[in-house]
């Protein structure tokens, strides 16, 4: 398939649309000519080549038709041909274009003779998905999504997107509610299935940790005949996402953990601020390996991978020498140092992306793990967290035991549920709090001193990566 990733033809076959072209001299428009490099659902973001999808969800996306085109889209999957689209640009007209999404999707998967995995779990799918990413690309072609395109439209954009020779197709799977990750993972049929951990995220709609695990549980179902699952051994919800795999028809059960009978299983972990030294017992043989990404939380995340890798028929050691130089992503961990115009050079510890008591609590261990320079502090500045229904006051009062551990010497929080963790915390490290995090953020800047480490969490919807912003915008790195 030299022409692209879909020709006109290949495309309608996979969703048995039809080929047309809008207006114009059809002698000058041949629509079943056309190939796309790619596939996009953003005018914003789409390159030249690419196939533009007018998916109708937050907006229409047949709004945007004329735009796409000036972008230089290829073609366009349609479920109308709008009075907006350029005379004779190339449509590929379906009766619902997400459907048709899925269509390609399918038709990607059936013509790829690559191995899957798919990643779901309460925290750290996108860093497990990104570690997944760099352990096998040294040993094959690697296709994922650059984005948590985790959802309804997120995963068969990112099956319909993959290349056909790619040797490992790497899948993100969230969801908000149940039954919602069942026909994603039944969509990518993945060879292996890994659950991160369950926590109490989402726990407002779905009620218990149980029902969450049983919710996570449905990527189960998916996973091809002879596949794997890793999970997490510590968890309190092991027992059950085993039963439930064996339910499921899954024979080859790996577990991950601490716990002495874990498959993949940490024998010791010393971490500072810029990575992680790992010993670990895989199916008994002992190795040594380090990860570029500090915390605990993302050597557990190593270990999934390699578990992972190890089903997937990989080398265990080939697969940890890929994360060696794996860091963390902006809003997942990373680290900036920045210079304000004071003077002063602070470290931001950006955890900014999205919030539930179990990320919290390793984001501020990870704090803990770091050393300020000189008389710097430990700054911790946290947003509320949401969907965690009638616990919600409980869970951010329980902050305030990882807090104290971590040794934070100033707190600001924003938003109403923290108001519960300010009270619980000592006065002594209380430093600002705000119903809004934009409002925040002038006295932090005013706050800061040489040295300081600043660490931002707070689910998306608290707009605490506003702060990280404006300590950016307001500084350059040295």
Not at 18 to 26: N, Y
């Amino acid at each position: 398939m030299s022409a692209g990733l879909w020709t006109a033809f290949e495309a309608a076959a996979a969703t048995g649309g039809a080929l047309c072209a809008r207006g114009g001299d059809p002698d000058r428009w041949i629509a079943e000519e056309w190939a796309a490099k790619g596939l996009s659902i953003d005018t914003r973001t789409l390159s030249p080549g690419e196939m533009f999808v007018a998916l109708n969800d937050m907006r229409d996306g047949h709004d945007f038709l004329e735009s796409a085109f000036e972008r230089g889209a290829s073609a366009a999957l349609v479920a109308r041909a709008p009075a907006n689209a350029p005379d004779g640009a190339p449509l590929l007209v379906v009766p619902d274009t997400l459907e048709g999404l899925r269509d390609l999707a399918r038709a990607a998967r059936l013509r790829n003779f690559g191995k899957r995995v798919a990643v779901t779990g309460s925290v750290g799918k996108t860093s497990t998905k990104e570690m997944l990413r760099a352990a096998l690309e040294g040993l094959g072609h690697v296709h994922a999504s650059d984005k948590s395109f985790n959802n309804h439209w997120g995963v068969p954009l990112t099956l319909a997107r993959m290349p056909i020779d790619a040797d490992f197709g790497v899948f993100e799977i969230g969801m908000n509610h149940a039954g919602e990750i069942t026909p994603l993972t039944n969509l990518v049929k993945p060879h292996v299935a890994v659950v991160t951990t369950i926590g109490e995220a989402h726990i407002e709609f779905l009620g218990s940790r149980e029902n969450i695990a049983r919710a996570k549980a449905e990527i189960f179902l998916g996973v091809v005949k002879s596949g794997a699952v890793i999970l997490p051994i510590d968890n309190d919800q092991f027992g059950l996402l085993r039963d439930l795999a064996r339910r499921a028809g899954v024979e080859r059960i790996i577990s991950f953990g601490e716990a002495k009978d874990a498959d993949i299983r940490l024998i010791s972990y010393r971490g500072d601020a810029s990575g992680s030294e790992i010993a670990a017992s895989i199916f008994g043989e002992t190795l040594d390996f380090p990860l570029g990404a500090p915390g605990r939380h993302q050597a557990m995340n190593a270990l999934a991978v390699i578990g992972a890798a190890r089903a997937l028929g990989a080398s265990a050691a080939r697969a940890a020498a890929g994360l060696k130089d794996h860091g963390a992503a902006a809003g997942r961990g990373a680290q900036t140092k920045v210079r304000l115009s004071s003077g002063a050079e602070v470290t931001i510890l950006d955890e900014s992306y999205n919030a539930n008591p179990t990320s919290m609590a390793a984001a501020l261990a990870l704090l803990g793990q770091m050393n300020p320079k000189g008389k710097g502090r430990r700054i911790a500045v946290l947003g509320q967290m949401f969907e965690l229904g009638p616990t919600a006051p409980e869970l951010h009062a329980g902050l305030a035991d990882p807090l104290l551990a971590a040794g934070v010497d100033a707190l600001y929080v924003a938003g109403a549920l923290m108001d519960h963790l300010w009270d619980k915390a000592p006065p002594a490290i209380r430093a600002g709090r705000a119903g809004d995090a934009r409002a925040l953020a002038p006295s932090i800047l005013e706050s800061l001193e040489d040295g300081d480490i600043i660490m931002v969490k707070g689910s998306n919807a608290s707009k605490v990566s506003e702060i990280v912003a404006a300590i950016k915008a307001a500084a350059e790195s040295p």
